[in-house]
């Protein structure tokens, strides 16, 4: 397994500058800052879309420690575009942080049709040529899953009642999901939650599931802001089963207010997000 959580520490970067950036076709809102790309390798590459890609979602991408934040930064979503001018254009490409970049790699790793994209057209291959760790600006942006609901899917291996695993699909919004709670539906009782943990990736589990139906509720923190949502009905029917997906109902949209400061240098106590 090429895709593994190497890290335990998220390390942290300093604050970025906009004032040094002089390129004045972009707009303040770009506030890009400086990162690099890599081509996955075609296997890992393969063995995450199985996992992670959504129809028309943004492409997945694997990525370093600073990112993949020991998990916290899986569903987030940013614009890449590599700063060499003469091969990329447009709007680069979109991503979102499917996976921890294996041994030590930092910045982005992108399948090759995400790295091509950021490609002018008809210059994948001198992008292509560049190798690796090319440079590239980026910023985060929402995610957008147009007409989905945030979803849960139960993962395999898990075992009605008890053994819960679930994973998080369209996380809309500049959003790190921090918590999750479930809990038995209960009619005259309040819920008791019980924490799920993060195990890897999207992945959070929980050995204490209750017998179904079952209520979510989970912490969504965009920026320095959090907030608790919680499905109003039941999510996981009483015959819940590995494999399948369900509704939450709930559309998380969150973006940070400011996710970074272009007329000053930025000196902590920002909400920019990673
Ligand atoms: C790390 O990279 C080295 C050399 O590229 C390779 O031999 C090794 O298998 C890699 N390890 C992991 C865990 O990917
Ligand atoms: C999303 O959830 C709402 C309830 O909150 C529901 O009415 C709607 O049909 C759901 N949308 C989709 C696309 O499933």
Same mark, same amino acid.
Request: hydrophobic letters at 40%; glycine letters at 10%.
């Given at each position: 397994?090429?895709?593994?959580?190497?890290?335990?520490?998220?390390?942290?970067?300093?604050?970025?500058?906009?004032?040094?950036?002089?390129?004045?076709?972009?707009?303040?809102?770009?506030?890009?800052?400086?990162?690099?790309?890599?081509?996955?390798?075609?296997?890992?590459?393969?063995?995450?879309?199985?996992?992670?890609?959504?129809?028309?979602?943004?492409?997945?991408?694997?990525?370093?420690?600073?990112?993949?934040?020991?998990?916290?930064?899986?569903?987030?979503?940013?614009?890449?575009?590599?700063?060499?001018?003469?091969?990329? $254009?447009?709007?680069?490409?979109?991503? /979102?942080?499917? +996976?921890?970049? !294996? %041994?030590? *790699?930092?910045?982005?790793?992108? =399948?090759?049709?995400?790295?091509?994209?950021?490609?002018?057209?008809?210059?994948?291959?001198?992008?292509?040529?560049?190798?690796?760790?090319?440079?590239?600006?980026?910023?985060?942006?929402?995610?957008?899953?147009?007409?989905?609901?945030?979803?849960?899917?139960?993962?395999?291996?898990?075992?009605?009642?008890?053994?819960?695993?679930?994973?998080?699909?369209?996380?809309? $919004?500049?959003?790190?999901?921090?918590? /999750?709670?479930? +809990?038995?539906? !209960? %009619?005259? *009782?309040?819920?008791?939650?019980? =924490?799920?943990?993060?195990?890897?990736?999207?992945?959070?589990?929980?050995?204490?599931?209750?017998?179904?139906?079952?209520?979510?509720?989970?912490?969504?923190?965009?920026?320095?802001?959090?907030?608790?949502?919680?499905?109003?009905?039941?999510?996981?029917?009483?015959?819940?089963?590995?494999?399948?997906?369900?509704?939450?109902?709930?559309?998380?949209?969150?973006?940070?207010?400011?996710?970074?400061?272009?007329?000053?240098?930025?000196?902590?106590?920002?909400?920019?997000?990673?």
């Amino acid at each position: 397994m090429a895709l593994l959580l190497l890290f335990t520490i998220s390390l942290l970067l300093p604050p970025a500058s906009c004032s040094s950036f002089s390129n004045t076709n972009y707009y303040c809102d770009w506030c890009p800052r400086h990162s690099t790309a890599s081509l996955l390798p075609p296997a890992a590459a393969m063995a995450m879309a199985k996992e992670e890609e959504i129809n028309g979602g943004p492409h997945v991408a694997a990525a370093g420690a600073e990112f993949f934040r020991d998990g916290a930064g899986c569903g987030a979503c940013y614009q890449l575009r590599c700063a060499d001018r003469r091969v990329c $254009g447009g709007d680069g490409v979109k991503v /979102v942080v499917a +996976a921890g970049a !294996a %041994n030590r *790699t930092a910045g982005f790793q992108l =399948p090759r049709e995400a790295f091509a994209a950021m490609a002018r057209s008809g210059m994948a291959d001198q992008l292509a040529a560049l190798g690796d760790n090319v440079e590239v600006q980026f910023r985060r942006v929402p995610c957008e899953y147009k007409k989905k609901n945030l979803t849960v899917r139960v993962e395999e291996g898990s075992r009605n009642p008890g053994q819960l695993g679930i994973r998080f699909l369209y996380q809309g $919004g500049q959003t790190d999901i921090a918590a /999750v709670e479930i +809990a038995a539906q !209960a %009619n005259h *009782t309040p819920p008791s939650w019980r =924490p799920m943990a993060r195990l890897r990736r999207r992945l959070w589990r929980t050995t204490r599931a209750p017998t179904g139906p079952l209520r979510l509720r989970l912490v969504v923190t965009a920026g320095f802001s959090g907030k608790w949502l919680r499905a109003h009905d039941a999510v996981l029917p009483a015959d819940w089963r590995p494999g399948q997906e369900y509704d939450t109902g709930l559309r998380v949209t969150d973006v940070a207010l400011r996710t970074c400061s272009c007329r000053s240098r930025v000196t902590g106590g920002s909400e920019e997000l990673r």
